[in-house]
């Protein structure tokens, strides 16, 4: 019989699995952003959140996150994780990139962003109503293209693999 893991365990656990998504989702991303790489400043009592990705340019602020509980209940999660990337994103478009289960590839991560977001990549006109608060999701390899074209990237002539 294996004892039971503290919450000391399972907190180091879940950060240990964390951080390696983060890594490998720089890792993929550097063909876009060749400067990217994982923060290590997430935000304190005298430093602004940076967001869990750092160095690919000044108009994107990232929240990964690999957490099994938003396989079963995706929508408030969700929506709260969309809230505060946007808050935290002070002007900056905020992504949240969701690990999928079951694929190891950060490219096939789900990549969430409010509606009103996606129309301003594509440059469509503003939505003016509540339905930019709907949530949209893509994988990570379908929004690099409009990232590109909305010239976020630092390569934006990179195609998407």
Do not use: C
């Not at 690919?56 to 996150?65: I, T």
């Not at 957490?67 to 990337?85: F, K, N, R, Y």
């Not at 969430?112 to 709907?134: E, F, I, R």
């Not at 994988?139 to 195609?159: F, N, S, V």
């Amino acid at each position: 019989m294996t004892a039971a893991r503290t919450r000391a365990q399972i907190g180091a656990a879940s950060r240990r699995k964390g951080a390696a998504f983060e890594r490998a989702t720089a890792n993929a991303l550097r063909p876009w952003w060749p400067d990217i790489r994982r923060s290590r400043d997430n935000g304190s009592a005298t430093t602004t959140d940076t967001g869990d990705l750092d160095g690919a340019g000044p108009g994107l602020w990232w929240s990964l996150k690999d957490v099994a509980a938003a396989h079963t209940d995706p929508p408030a999660l969700i929506g709260s994780w969309l809230s505060e990337a946007r808050e935290k994103a002070s002007g900056r478009l905020p992504l949240v990139v969701q690990k999928r289960a079951g694929h190891r590839d950060p490219l096939r991560a789900w990549a969430w962003l409010w509606l009103d977001d996606l129309v301003h990549l594509t440059g469509a006109p503003p939505v003016n109503d509540d339905a930019g608060q709907a949530t949209v999701r893509m994988t990570l390899r379908d929004l690099l293209p409009l990232l590109a074209a909305a010239g976020y990237t630092a390569t934006p002539d990179r195609r998407t693999p």
